[in-house]
């Protein structure tokens, strides 16, 4: 039976590599929902060659021009942010891969859910900023949500079979960026593009600069906290800049599991997809032979700052996850505008964490407006 895949923005690099798996699987999976942002001339030619029964265009203003393209093919066109949140409701839909980048993907996370359809999730924030809430929901409704991102999915796959097994702890290996290594000196005056020039994985300009601060990390800690129901203390983060080691499960009698392979989201993307079945792939295969030595350090959280705001973020939860979310998606956004330097990034988080009214028990409405308080509060003071 094939599955009715909405794909949640299918333009950007997920989106297009969830893509190359469905042209792999013709017979498995149909894209029956694309949806973009900005991008309307991809999300024609996508359109096009998918022949989805839906699309949507995030914004308004390019609605006219995906609606012309597709006026020949049958193919419903919707436009705007409402049709982006309820378009998760549609009856035919099986699973919802979420790749929509930052805050923007609660509200579908939470209508899918609510919806019953099961979740592919590439979009940390919407469990980083309401992970009680979305855990609530999950159980309520019965779906599943299976993690896409790599450390996650990595995680996932270890707890494969070990439902009655405790875990001792986990950890999330980070390849440490393009500055691995560097001193804070250096850091003051680096460049967008050198921020951009990832090492390993090929990813948007924001995901990308969120792992040049280690703030990706950063948010995967508190999305693992909800998906796997841990401690603080039961995560730790480790640098592996090979990036084959995807992370790694302890379990209370002190043996170890890991997932590996080499950095590519197309396996991850693929497991989400297809769980609980593993099919078979034309993935290139990792050979040991090539990475004679695999290599571990602990990031320092001195110099990165975003790290340990994360985990200070977790630790105290309420909605100081949201405000430190808010804020870095409003500082990344300016200096990849070069409006500020690199290391400004966690100083403009730090201080809006620490400004903005903290609540201990949110609930959606208090996350909306936190959100929203905590955007305009980094505008506000750092960018008239």
């Excluded at 980083?128 to 990595?154: C, F, R, T």
């Excluded at 290594?181 to 593009?193: D, I, M, R, S």
């Amino acid at each position: 039976m094939i599955k009715n895949i909405a794909i949640l923005g299918s333009t950007g690099s997920i989106g297009k590599q969830a893509l190359e798996v469905v042209r792999q699987h013709p017979g498995k999976f149909y894209p029956i929902v694309l949806t973009a942002h900005n991008n309307h001339q991809k999300l024609i030619e996508q359109a096009l060659e998918f022949k989805p029964k839906a699309v949507v265009i995030g914004c308004e203003g390019s609605y006219k021009f995906v609606k012309e393209a597709l006026s020949s093919s049958g193919i419903l066109v919707y436009a705007g942010k409402n049709d982006l949140n309820n378009i998760v409701g549609l009856p035919e839909i099986d699973m919802v891969l979420l790749a929509l980048v930052g805050y923007a993907g609660l509200k579908p996370v939470i209508n899918a859910i609510e919806a019953g359809k099961d979740i592919a999730l590439a979009n940390k924030e919407s469990l980083v900023v309401a992970g009680e809430l979305v855990n609530k929901l999950q159980k309520k409704h019965d779906v599943k949500i299976i993690p896409v991102d790599s450390e996650h999915s990595a995680i996932f796959q270890c707890l494969a079979g070990e439902s009655y097994n405790k875990i001792e702890k986990i950890y999330l290996t980070a390849s440490g960026g393009p500055f691995f290594g560097v001193t804070k000196k250096y850091l003051e005056t680096v460049t967008k593009e050198e921020a951009l020039r990832h090492p390993n994985w090929a990813m948007g300009p924001k995901i990308t600069i969120d792992s040049a601060t280690l703030m990706n990390k950063g948010l995967e800690v508190i999305e693992a906290k909800w998906l796997f129901n841990l401690q603080a203390h039961q995560i730790d983060v480790v640098v592996h800049p090979q990036s084959v080691v995807h992370s790694i499960v302890q379990f209370i009698d002190g043996s170890m599991k890991a997932q590996m392979g080499l950095p590519d989201m197309k396996l991850p993307i693929q497991y989400a997809l297809a769980y609980p079945e593993r099919i078979a792939s034309k993935f290139p295969r990792f050979n040991f032979l090539d990475y004679p030595e695999l290599t571990f350090a602990q990031p320092d959280r001195n110099i990165f700052r975003n790290l340990a705001l994360a985990f200070e973020a977790m630790n105290k939860g309420g909605n100081l996850p949201c405000i430190m979310n808010a804020a870095n998606e409003v500082a990344v956004d300016a200096f990849l505008k070069g409006k500020i330097k690199f290391l400004q990034i966690p100083e403009i988080i730090e201080q809006t964490m620490t400004s903005v009214g903290f609540i201990a028990a949110p609930n959606y409405d208090d996350l909306v407006a936190s959100n929203a308080s905590s955007k305009a509060y980094v505008k506000n003071i750092f960018f008239k």
